[in-house]
């Protein structure tokens, strides 16, 4: 961290700054030229609150220079990470991995769905036992039972199973079912205490970016994991609130090589939650796979008009079949992205 001092701050002023970042266990290195004075601050500084700095009188601006997130960052862990999902499914790391389903279990529609998502390459399942809704009077989803249903289609085909945990309290739960994949949606990214609880784990986790999330807010939730000691992360960009109305979110597809810069942790795109139409989801896989993602979830329907929830975005298995066959197409001809 820096902190730019104004020319006029007097030696007196200077010192005494020094001192109150000293004594916070920091090193100081100060340099003063013609037009301002610079303090480097050396060590942990996140025992320094940079707003506070900024808002002394003799401080111009504070700049960082290292990024807030450790665990998460490829700084410290160049290799790509790879993460286990079970059932033999690796992702990141050039494991590319495509999760499908419906938005919700709704029952005995679970199989069917899955033995087609399943034959067109799809290998882990997804569906929602406990949905996080707008609306306290939308269907809230089957709960338990919903992950009992899951589970024992998902074991029938040895995928895994990705689906969403809303409460820290059902962790335990989820644990002892033998979820694969522990979904933390974009309504909850900020949640610190359930972040926290699925971080004691060692289950890996489909971290969602929040709706109004910036990237270094994703990556701090990925980080309130990791420092619990659960290294599974799997970040994903679902789509971010924007002024744009044409589409249910805005694909943030920057985010995709931003974050394989910043971080080592595998990174998911969901085009079906980023545009919210069924006609655009196919087109926004496929931009993501050639924008470098080690994988895609996409919700697939047997009766999209009939779903119980997220409808309007859900392909049909027959319009699955065809996704899935173009983007085979375009990881074909994608090279490994380039350093
Ligand atoms: C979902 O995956 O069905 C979901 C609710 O996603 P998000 O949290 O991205 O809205
Ligand atoms: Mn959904």
Redesign the pocket.
């Known amino acids: 961290m820096i902190a730019i001092l104004r020319k006029t701050a007097s030696d007196e002023a200077v010192d005494q700054l020094v001192r109150w970042i000293e004594n916070k266990g920091l090193k100081t290195d100060v340099s003063r030229g013609e037009n301002e004075i610079v303090i480097g601050l050396v060590g942990d500084t996140t025992v320094i609150d940079p707003f506070l700095l900024e808002s002394m009188d003799i401080v111009e601006r504070v700049q960082r220079v290292s990024e807030p997130f450790k665990k998460a960052n490829r700084k410290f862990h160049p290799a790509d990470t790879v993460v286990d999902c079970g059932h033999g499914v690796l992702i990141g790391g050039g494991h590319f991995q495509v999760i499908a389903g419906p ?2 279990v709704e029952g005995e529609n679970l199989a069917p769905i899955a033995r087609r998502v399943h034959a067109a390459g799809a290998t882990m399942l ?1 569906g ?1 036992a406990y ?2 809704r707008t609306s306290p009077y939308a269907y809230q989803g089957m709960g338990e039972h919903g992950l009992d249903i899951l589970l024992d289609v998902a074991g029938e085909l040895d995928m895994p199973v990705v689906t ?1 945990i809303m409460d820290p309290r059902d962790v335990g739960l989820f644990c002892d079912k033998g979820i694969d994949v522990m ?1 933390i ?4 990214a900020q949640n610190f205490p359930l972040l926290k609880e699925v971080g004691k784990t060692n289950v890996p986790v489909l971290l ?1 970016r929040g ?1 109004s999330g910036t990237i270094d807010e994703l990556l701090m939730a990925a980080e309130y994991i990791m420092s619990e000691g659960n290294p599974n992360v799997i970040l ?1 960009e ?2 971010i609130r924007t002024f744009e109305t044409r589409t249910r979110n805005t694909f943030d597809l920057n985010a995709v090589p931003v974050l394989h810069h910043l971080s080592h942790l595998p990174v998911v795109a ?1 085009p ?2 980023a545009t919210g139409y069924t006609r655009y989801v196919q087109p926004m896989a496929l931009a993501a796979c050639a924008a470098g993602a080690d994988g895609l ?1 996409i ?1 697939v329907h047997d009766c999209p008009e009939r779903a119980w ?2 409808g309007a975005q859900a392909l049909t298995p027959d319009q699955f079949d065809r996704t899935m066959e173009r983007i085979r197409a375009i990881r074909s001809v994608i090279a490994p992205a380039d350093e």
């Open positions: 938005c919700s997804r929602g949905k996080p969403e979904q949606g974009a309504r909850n969602k709706m994903c679902r789509g969901d079906s939650h979830e919700e929830s997220d």
